[in-house]
């Protein structure tokens, strides 16, 4: 009896041994930067089972004990098999090298379906080089402009700082680098981003299936990283355009231990305007500067440690040459982050990141003796910490939380008129907290069936609104007493799901829920930098949007072509504007809740997406189809009316052409149903009163948006180490008058007047850039 059992025993323990898994585990990094690399694909050849890399460059793959072909690929670098007898787990870590022969892209190609493969929907991952390729405006290749070129992504039109993303505003995306929020992240009103190109490793940007890891905001997500800097040899890029100078500098403090990046840029118009037309600029002038970097140290394989920081500004001034008037208008970001990264072992990952971020307005007047400045804040500390576990090849788990502290300067007004001062004895401000758990499962149920599902609870408290000098003990009592704050507690669930069809084919979809608890409130129909953050209260609910999602994607000729068609519907509840007729100013230095009105919303739309991906010719053509309506009781008498940004119709066309190693040729053409804006219809004077009767709410629209971009690339053959290139671009290249706003002048005879009649309100156009050429040197060495 007891041999039977023992022999049972041992049996067993052995078929345990047998099945064994193993885990492969380990850092890509680039062989020529020494960045680490995001989304490699780790494949078994045989059994063709896998995993990618992550933000850091690592990967897990979990297998069965034995012996195995793992392939190391990844577009535009050579690919790396090893065969590997896996008995205990082991860590490999892998170099990558540039592909410089045409077969080593043919062959490439094959592995280029993540597209296909992956449970993520509604979300396009953009490489910096790619942008590199497209016309530079002014010399300055921009992140936010590519993004706009997408499917589902609207921009606000000229001069707007914000863009649209699936009939939402633009409040409702979270725009993060290195993991901070930027609430503006626009230079000279929309024309360029904060983001240094140069600078920056990595951009996904996401409009559905929103991940259970990101949240606080209805519509999207922009996740950009920046690069790590390389830790085995110095680098210079920069550039020299007719408006803006940049340069960038990466290399190794400590060999293969500590790297650092910095980059910086500035433009210089207004010191060439000064020097060129002294007379004529005078003090009157704009300009705008950024600076980022990075610093990181590798402790081990296990333990990394980094710094990213932002700091960047735009002043625009004007002064009458009189000099009874002046204004000076200033705003600007200040971002900071420190992240560790630990590896506990092959399974199991943690990032923990304390942040900072803040970003201020400021819009100060002189007029002969009375000075008037307005000028708001948002600024943030957070906390997150970030868990991937990796049990197997067929999960892939997720979860962690975030803790932030809001404080909130919304429309403070100082001024004085003669010897009369207006100056508050302190600043109003508004707290608050948001915090959030969340945890996700990545399930790969079998070849056909992959799931990705999760949730995330949220919380949500604002507190009194305090002066300056209260802060600290009334805030710790509202913490104490129940019932003096406002607090909200919500579950947001997510999943998403691929169905493979076949090699080349899946169907994708997605039913998310989202909660937003802060808001913009935004007066005219462009989003500017005087627009204020203002969190959720007892007045002001959170916003909440659920949205569904259904796809069909597609490769084509070996996967050199990646198609997809998207269907998606998103309802939106509690939006936020402001009331008829209110304006900030109607209650300046104190609380703007009781200015606003909140209401609700539909969008939905189809989005085309069809882009090559190799060859001499490459590029993408997105169209999107959707309409975007508001229903608020206090506005428009409570009947729907469409959104400010409701466009029928948005087609971008992306091209580039290799003609050879020396020249390179790139068009971006982009046409846009007109934007929607509420106008005057006529004007009357009745009772010796003038009466003015509007369209109804957002019932004008604007003439459609149509531009075209180009730009060629000539690359000299590079001489020893030092390499350059020139990029000659033109935007707007037949000179189309686009509408930056619309304005009405009353026409008719002469001696015509309101009392009289005679006279027509005639709708004018204001245009805002008309073509401009441009040429710029950029260098590395």
């Keep these: 009896m007891n041999r039977n059992f023992l022999t049972l025993f ?38 063709k089972k896998g995993t990618s890399t992550n933000e850091n460059g690592y990967y897990s793959l979990t297998l069965k004990k034995g012996e195995y072909n793992i392939k190391y690929s990844f577009i535009g670098l050579e690919s790396v098999s090893k065969k590997i007898v896996l008995n205990k787990n082991k860590r490999i870590n892998i170099s990558l090298k540039t592909s410089s022969e045409k077969i080593d892209e043919i062959h490439i190609r094959g592995e280029s379906t993540k597209n296909i493969e992956s449970s993520k929907v509604s979300q396009i991952s953009i490489e910096a080089k790619q942008i590199k390729a497209l016309p530079a405006i002014m010399g300055e290749v921009d992140i936010l402009k590519t993004i706009q070129l997408l499917p589902g992504v609207s921009s606000g039109g000229e001069g707007n700082t914000g863009f649209y993303v699936r009939g939402g505003g633009p409040d409702q995306n979270l725009i993060m680098l290195d993991d901070a929020t930027i609430y503006n992240a626009s230079h ?30 209805l519509s999207s997500v ?62 009157n ?67 923990n990141s304390a942040i900072y971020t803040d970003y201020s307005f400021e819009m100060g007047a002189e007029m002969q003796d ?88 949220t919380y949500f408290q604002q507190t009194k609104d305090y002066k300056t000098s209260d802060i600290f003990t009334s805030y710790l009592q509202d913490m104490i007493k129940e019932g003096d704050s406002t607090k909200y507690i919500n579950f947001e669930p997510r999943i998403s799901a691929r169905f493979k069809l076949n090699p080349t084919s ?53 996967n050199m072509w990646e198609t997809s068609i998207e269907g998606y519907y998103k309802e939106m509840e509690n939006l936020v504007e402001y009331k008829e007729g209110a304006v900030p100013d109607d209650n300046a230095n104190g609380s703007q809740d009781q200015l606003l009105t909140q209401g609700n919303g539909d969008s939905y739309g ?97 003439e459609d948006y149509h531009r075209m971009d180009v730009s060629l690339i000539y690359t000299p053959k590079p001489h020893k180490k030092f390499q350059s290139s020139w990029n000659l671009s033109v935007y707007n290249l037949y000179n189309r008058k686009n509408p930056y706003f619309v304005y009405f002048d009353m026409q008719g005879e002469e001696g015509s007047s309101l009392e009289t009649g005679g006279l027509t309100p005639v709708a004018m156009q204001m245009s805002l850039f008309p073509i401009i050429p441009s040429i710029s040197w950029n260098f590395k060495f």
Aim: proline share 3%.
């Design 10 to 47: 041992f049996t067993f323990l052995s078929l345990i041994s047998f099945s064994q898994d193993f885990t492969l585990s380990g850092v890509i990094t680039d062989n020529n930067t020494g960045e680490k690399l995001i989304g490699v694909s780790v494949i078994d050849s045989e059994s």
């Design 188 to 217: 000279l009103f929309g024309f360029f981003s904060v983001f240094p190109a140069d600078a920056v490793k990595d951009i996904n940007l996401i409009k559905g299936g929103m991940p259970a890891e990101f949240g606080g905001r």
């Design 222 to 283: 922009l996740d950009i990283s920046l690069k790590d800097g390389n830790p085995n040899k110095y680098n210079v890029e920069g550039g020299i355009g007719i408006i803006s100078s940049k340069i960038m500098v990466e290399g190794p403090i400590i060999k293969n231990k500590t790297s650092f990046i910095l980059s910086g840029r500035r433009t210089y118009a207004d010191i060439l305007a000064q020097k060129l037309f002294p007379e004529k600029v005078g003090n």
């Design 285 to 351: 002038g704009y300009y705008f500067y950024d600076f980022t970097g990075k610093v990181n140290h590798k402790f081990s394989d296990k333990d990394k440690l980094s710094f990213s920081f932002y700091k960047g500004d735009d002043i625009a001034s004007f002064s009458a040459p009189s000099g009874n008037f002046a204004i000076n208008v200033p705003w600007g970001n200040t971002l900071g982050i420190l992240k560790w990264n630990h590896v506990f072992n092959e399974k199991l990952v943690m990032k």
């Design 370 to 457: 009375i000075e008037f400045k307005l000028s708001s804040e948002v600024r943030d500390i957070s906390y997150k910490t970030d868990f991937t576990f990796l049990p197997n090849v067929q999960h892939k788990i997720k979860f962690g939380g975030i803790t932030t502290y809001h404080t909130f300067s919304p429309a403070t007004v100082t001024g004085s008129a003669g010897d009369v001062s207006f100056d508050p004895d302190e600043i109003f401000e508004q707290f608050a907290n948001e915090s959030a758990l969340y945890i996700s499962d990545d399930y790969e149920v079998n070849e056909r069936l992959k799931v990705n599902i999760g949730g995330r609870l």
């Design 506 to 558: 899946s169907l994708k979809s997605s039913y998310s829920e989202n909660y937003q608890y802060i808001h913009l409130a935004s007066m005219g129909g462009m989003s500017l930098p005087t627009d204020l953050w203002l969190p959720s209260s007892n007045k002001i609910k959170p916003k909440f949007a659920k949205q569904f999602t259904l796809g069909y994607f597609k490769n084509l000729e070996n």
């Design 606 to 702: 189809v989005e085309l997406f069809v882009k090559k991906v190799f060859g001499e010719t490459t590029g993408w053509i997105g169209y999107t189809h959707s309409y975007t309506n508001r229903v608020f009781e206090e506005i428009n008498d409570g009947e729907e009316f469409p959104a400010k940004y409701d466009r029928r119709h948005d087609l971008s066309v992306v091209l580039s052409h290799e003609f050879n190693k020396k020249l390179t040729l790139s068009s971006v053409f982009v046409y846009a149903s007109g934007s929607r804006l509420t106008l005057p219809t006529e004007r009357y004077i009745l009772n010796n009163n003038i009466y003015t009767e509007f369209t109804s709410k957002n019932g004008y629209k604007m």
